[in-house]
């Protein structure tokens, strides 16, 4: 059973940035494939994007191509995003993800954190 923990979200001015962290514990976690997912209200929970287990590939939803960076340290079992640039669509509840698939599809992952909310004013 793997758990996984957000952090760093918050309130940022448009054009700013944050980095959020995902740490995981209970589990082996360079076994797993992590993405970021997010959700905004009214809205159904959308990819952001994925790394493989070694970390080698990186993959990312259209909306964030250029502006966010996804990595991993498999040695701290911790996975991140850098969002830069944000906008005000932006704004949603970040959740990470572990499987052992990487795919867009939300369905397809394993374990899943409690979210960490990020607004971006305009």
């Known amino acids: 059973q793997v758990q996984l923990v957000e952090s760093g979200g918050g309130l940022v001015q448009a054009g700013g940035s944050l980095r959020l962290s995902c740490a995981a514990s209970?589990?082996?976690?360079?076994?797993?494939?992590m993405g970021w997912f997010r959700q905004a209200p009214g809205k159904e929970r959308e990819f952001v994007a994925a790394i493989r287990r070694s970390g080698g590939s990186t993959y990312y939803a259209d909306s964030v191509q250029g502006r966010f960076t996804i990595s991993r340290d498999n040695a701290k079992n911790t996975v991140y995003l850098q969002m830069n640039s944000l906008k005000a669509e932006d704004t949603a509840v970040y959740y990470c993800?572990?499987?052992?698939?990487?795919?867009?599809?939300?369905?397809?992952?394993?374990?899943w954190g409690q979210g960490t909310q990020v607004t971006v004013s305009s």
């Open positions: 209970g589990g082996t976690f360079s076994s797993y494939h």
């Open positions: 993800a572990a499987g052992l698939t990487v795919t867009g599809e939300a369905r397809r992952y394993d374990y």
